[in-house]
């Protein structure tokens, strides 16, 4: 994996790109950056390159006037223009999903494919809302790095009481008995989550639901009822709204991370096989 920081005619872009063959660019979700990790597993890297950029407002890529996921859509195709490639499936995640919807809609020339993994269709919260006011404050961006900090700290000092404190937070299902790995392997991203200042504006993010209805491309809406980040409703909103969609429906262990726990292996054949067929 190699992290490049590239000048657009939008702006610059970090990004990491590695592997050959069909280009998938990942669209990440919250806290995340373009050293996203999770949702590359099982993509074999002699038959995908995966494009990994750091959406506006994470890592180092500026926020500045890309503050709607139209504008972040642009600058990612802006990005895609300037290291040559004409098509890709676009695999969006979570808080990316805004994004990999705007780009799917506006770009259809350029998107050979569509994945939507637990990802947000259209406003997520409200301001209203008891998550919306406590990440107002803890992912502020003039606090977000103690946060994580002290993330961090527990991690290293006590990786199972993260994995009970966190699991809920992804999950509805009752907290299992999980292996040590799936705990490893949440911790190893935590430990690249920053949420700069591209959290809070993904908070404010909202698309006019007609834009889903413009997107022709092939969809694969991969999402768990048992999500306690991004209610099951977004998967259910963009099926109804995107036409010819597919919506596999999951009930694994870990909910909105799919990626992790005994489960994840099915959750990603269905992605691979979607992105092959």
């Not at 504008?71 to 499936?89: F, G, H, N, R, T």
């Not at 409200?126 to 700290?153: E, G, L």
Request: aromatic share 10%; proline share 4%; charged share 25%.
């Amino acid at each position: 994996m190699a992290d490049h920081i590239l000048t657009t005619k939008l702006g610059k872009v970090e990004y990491s790109l590695f592997g050959i063959g069909q280009p998938i660019l990942f669209i990440h979700g919250g806290h995340s950056n373009s050293c996203e990790g999770l949702a590359t597993k099982g993509f074999d890297l002699k038959k995908y390159q995966l494009i990994i950029p750091s959406r506006p407002g994470y890592g180092n890529t500026l926020l500045d006037d890309h503050k709607t996921p139209r504008k972040a859509a642009d600058l990612l195709i802006a990005l895609i223009d300037e290291i040559s490639i004409d098509e890709i499936v676009v695999y969006g995640i979570s808080a990316g999903g805004l994004t990999a919807i705007e780009l799917a809609a506006n770009y259809p020339e350029r998107v050979k494919k569509l994945v939507l993994a637990s990802a947000i269709s259209k406003k997520w919260l409200n301001r209203d809302d008891k998550i919306y006011r406590k990440a107002q404050i803890i992912f502020n961006p003039k606090y977000q790095k103690w946060t994580w900090s002290m993330v961090r700290i527990f991690s290293r000092l006590l990786p199972n009481l993260i994995g009970k404190s966190f699991h809920p937070q992804f999950s509805k299902k009752p907290y299992p008995i999980i292996e040590s790995n799936d705990v490893q392997e949440l911790i190893h991203a935590l430990k690249k989550y920053d949420s700069g200042e591209g959290f809070v504006n993904d908070l404010e993010q909202t698309i006019d639901e007609s834009t889903l209805e413009r997107i022709e491309c092939p969809t694969l809406i991969i999402h768990s009822e048992y999500d306690n980040s991004v209610p099951f409703e977004h998967a259910i909103n963009a099926r109804d709204k995107i036409k010819g969609s597919v919506l596999e429906c999951l009930t694994n262990e870990w909910g909105h991370l799919f990626w992790i726990g005994r489960d994840s292996d099915d959750s990603i054949k269905k992605t691979l096989y979607f992105i092959e067929g």
